[in-house]
């Protein structure tokens, strides 16, 4: 389940989203889930 404001990114392609609606489910790119990634990490695509 996503949350608002979470950093996701694909270890594939290195696609980044922000979620702003969090909801059910996974966030999928490349075939394969998301990584959810820490408040530190996720700053430097702020």
Sequence with gaps: MA?????YRCNIC???VEVK?????DLVCC???MELLS???AASYK
């Design 39 to 41: 408040d530190q990490e």
């Design 3 to 7: 949350k608002v404001n979470e950093v």
């Design 14 to 16: 290195g696609n980044v």
């Design 21 to 25: 609606q969090g909801g059910d489910g």
């Design 31 to 33: 075939g394969e889930n």
